[in-house]
């Protein structure tokens, strides 16, 4: 018979590599199988672990009685009751007076309690003590995770859910671009990427002086692309992974919009991980050329999640689909007072 919440106490500590390891083990099954082997699984996580953005920002954490707390050897795998990870953020938030101030929060993803500790608390458990301790212990200002088993769990715990469209481009394997001004046209790579997303952040800093309301906003920064990077890079069906990261498009020297994509191997479609644009004609444009690069690996769907669908014609889009989703719930908790925030740029660059 297992322990359970009521006989034991419980305690939330950092996961060693070894017992990260465990944790990666357990998870295999819940989002690794079948598209992967577990050899492989493993060694993308191992991976991702020990890339830039994780270097200082990812812990694993894991929930265990504080008696085997007390002797790190007695750790293993079934005293492992549950586990998640965060990453540290950064972001800008805004007061109603339109101050516009840096902030730090974290997202929490894979969260995960092994079948024979279900239903016994232990998950509970874990979000409680972590929401403490990103609070009150790291001073997070705000935490958020991406829900895959809707809106009541996490909601018990502070964490509101918002609402997420994911916009769906078909693609035809013979697409060609209908650019009429390819001059305007500049290709997004490493060798320019950091300008971009530069900029892209002083665009959001005046944005958001401009908001008379609350709000929040997770800076899509370098780390952020370079995790989506590696982790596409390991499926990457060729010995160079692509070097075109997306476009964007000049009128002069101004940004008018640009895509930042990132290809989704695993299951064979064109993530748009941060979308910008200035009318409806940039953003045929944008997605012009983001279903040309989609078709050169033959994938049949390009994503995107969250845009402002007043940039969009969608009327003069044959083949799109706007989804309202019920999986990877987009869910906020906010430490600095009691009341609701605006999540501004609630794009595919945030998840995890």
């Known amino acids: 018979m297992y322990p359970t919440v009521e006989n034991m106490d419980l305690v939330l500590v950092e996961a060693t590599p070894e017992q990260a390891s465990i944790t990666n083990r357990n998870t295999y099954v819940e989002w690794g199988y079948p598209q992967l082997t577990i050899d492989q699984y493993l060694k993308r996580e191992f991976i991702l672990s020990n890339s830039v953005y994780n270097s200082e920002s990812f812990k694993v954490w894991i929930l265990v009685s504080t008696k085997d707390a007390n002797d790190t050897s007695k750790i293993n795998e079934s005293a492992i009751l549950s586990a998640c990870e965060t990453f540290k953020r950064k972001a800008l938030i805004t007061l109603s007076s339109g101050q516009v ?105 005046k944005e958001f002086s401009k908001l008379n309301k609350k709000s929040l906003v997770v800076l899509p920064i370098n780390p952020t692309y370079n995790w989506f990077f590696e982790r596409s890079k390991y499926l990457s069906k060729s010995n160079e992974y692509p070097n075109i990261l997306g476009v964007k498009i000049l009128k002069k020297q101004d940004i008018k919009g640009f895509v930042i994509w990132c290809p989704d191997f695993q299951y064979n479609k064109l993530e748009i991980l941060r979308f910008r644009s200035d009318s409806q004609q940039t953003t045929q444009l944008l997605i012009e050329k983001a279903k040309q690069e989609a078709s050169r690996f033959k994938f049949k769907q390009v994503n995107l999640w969250n845009p402002d669908l007043r940039l969009f014609d969608l009327s003069r889009e044959v083949e799109v689909e706007v989804v309202e989703m019920t999986k990877k719930l987009p869910s906020l908790a906010w430490y600095m007072d009691d009341g609701d925030v605006d999540w501004v740029l609630n794009e595919k660059y945030g998840w995890c």
Not at 126 to 150: H, N, Q
């Open 101 to 205: 101030q840096e902030a730090t929060g974290y997202s929490i993803a894979s969260v995960y309690t092994p079948p024979q500790y279900r239903h016994q608390g232990y998950g509970s458990t874990m979000m409680k003590l972590l929401s403490d301790k990103l609070r009150f212990y790291f001073k997070a200002e705000f935490s958020f995770l991406y829900s895959d088993i809707g809106t009541e769990f996490y909601g018990r715990f502070g964490w509101k859910a918002y609402p997420l469209k994911e916009v769906r481009f078909k693609v035809d394997n013979n697409f060609t671009t209908l650019s009429e001004n390819p001059a305007e046209i500049v290709t997004i790579d490493q060798s320019n990427l950091e300008s971009v997303i530069q900029q892209d952040c002083e665009y959001i800093k």
